[in-house]
């Protein structure tokens, strides 16, 4: 059974001329647990991918694959699967012929071939050429050209896109089983409900910058949560409240009860012999944690190369820090204070409602057109940068039309 091997990025820096597509970024990936890369569009996810592969020269720091960069390995392709696109395959080739060509290039050996064909469903249309195939069997052939060296380190990007319901769980199934057999399974999305059923890890990026890394159980602090109960006897279990001394707050989907976990507050019901209607345990979504992470409203500890003060640096200028006074709070008003009798909480608890994030629109929205970020004397023809709808930064010559872009090194190319 294949080795995983631990992912190593250490102060890890890409820039395309002015722009920082990542920043400094440090984290690690452990195997035998599938670890998810999130962030959102244009956060340097898929340029970290390609500079841990060696697709992209870092401009600082280093990404190792066990210790090792990717040009280092002996047999690459037998310790790292990857799969970055769903688009390139020759539309003319069947399925089966694409995958014998690859491994007949790569020295693998092509009995491999009907048994990741069958891994990944695509058993019975091998001989269907690619250029039928849909973006969810495009995403399955990907994933069968990852695996066919039977690697102890699997990297995929976004590869649950295009796939259907049935598609997507199939997926999850599969990751799981490839970190059980201990490989180290990576893998980018912007697909937070998915990513929460999935992944054992997260690390999170924004604008390049780390923001979060740890397990999905660490992303919220345990105050954030609260038991919520309720019975159709509320009376009842407002008394057996009381009489435990532990303080409420009625709101209209029952009793919000901080700092006492759900088998606590169930216990005291059922030796009180009061029947329960609701009892769970409720805090920020997955989605309400991002938001705010990417937008600097909140900062966790992990993230060390985030100042303390909450902001998230732009490319070469210091941001503003970001204040969570900065954005107005709905949920700040406090509730009524009342008795046992009227079976309400004390006015000083803390509201049950989430926290909306304010300031992702300001973070996701950066300029159309890009400057160097010393302008030099005006002492003849300079260079300036332009951002294409394909993502690349083209150099446009004084003497050139914007829509006729001069050509680039292959590695000027910005994340995705």
């Known amino acids: ?14 820039r395309f001329g002015a722009i920082s597509a990542v920043d400094d970024l440090s984290a690690r990936i452990e195997p035998g647990q599938v670890t998810g890369f999130l962030g959102p569009n244009g956060a340097g996810k898929t340029t970290s991918l390609r500079m841990l592969l060696g697709l992209v020269r870092p401009t600082t720091g280093t990404a190792t694959i066990g210790g090792k960069r990717f040009s280092e390995l002996s047999s690459p392709l037998q310790t790292v699967g990857a799969a970055l696109e769903a688009s390139s395959f020759h539309p003319g080739r069947s399925a089966a012929n694409h995958l014998n060509v690859y491994a007949r290039a790569a020295g693998l050996p092509t009995s491999r071939i009907d048994d990741v064909l069958g891994l990944v469903g695509l058993a019975d249309v091998a001989g269907r050429r690619v250029g039928g195939f849909s973006l969810g069997m495009r995403q399955r052939l990907g994933l069968a050209t990852a695996l066919l060296g039977d690697p102890g380190v699997v990297v995929l990007d976004e590869p649950s896109n295009g796939l259907d319901p049935e598609g997507i769980r199939w997926m999850r199934s599969l990751l799981r089983h490839l970190a059980e057999e201990g490989r180290t399974v990576l893998i980018s999305s912007h697909l937070l409900a998915e990513v929460q059923q999935t992944v054992d890890a997260l690390l999170i990026i924004s604008r390049g910058r780390l923001v979060f890394q740890g397990g999905i159980e660490d992303l919220a602090d345990p105050d954030e949560f609260a038991t919520v109960v309720d019975s159709p006897d509320r009376p009842g279990l407002s008394r057996v ?33 009061i029947a329960l209607s609701n009892l769970q345990s409720k805090g920020a979504s997955l989605e309400d944690i991002f938001l705010e992470l990417v937008s600097g409203v909140r900062v966790h500890e992990s993230a060390g190369a985030v100042s303390a003060a909450g902001s998230i640096p732009d490319a070469g200028t210091p941001a503003p820090a970001t204040s969570l ?26 509201r049950d409602e989430a926290r909306p994030s304010t300031a992702l629109v300001a973070v996701l929205t950066p300029p159309r057109t890009l400057r160097p970020a010393t302008a030099a004397p005006d002492t003849g023809p300079r260079q300036s940068y332009a951002v294409a ?28």
Do not use: C, W
């Open 325 to 350: 006074d900065a954005f107005p709070d709905p949920a700040a008003e406090p509730a009524p204070a009342v008795s046992h009798d009227a079976l309400s909480a004390e006015a000083s608890a803390p």
């Open 389 to 416: 709808s394909t993502g690349v930064i083209d150099i446009v010559s004084p003497d050139q039309p914007a829509d006729r872009p001069a050509a680039q090194p292959a590695d000027q190319e910005v994340q995705r």
């Open 241 to 273: 409240l009381d009489e435990s001394g532990i303080e409420y707050q009625l709101l209209r989907n029952g009793f919000t009860i901080r700092h006492h976990d759900p088998v606590e507050i169930g216990g005291l019901a059922a030796g009180a012999g």
């Open 1 to 14: 059974m294949p080795d995983g091997q631990v992912l190593e990025l250490a102060g890890l820096t890409k």
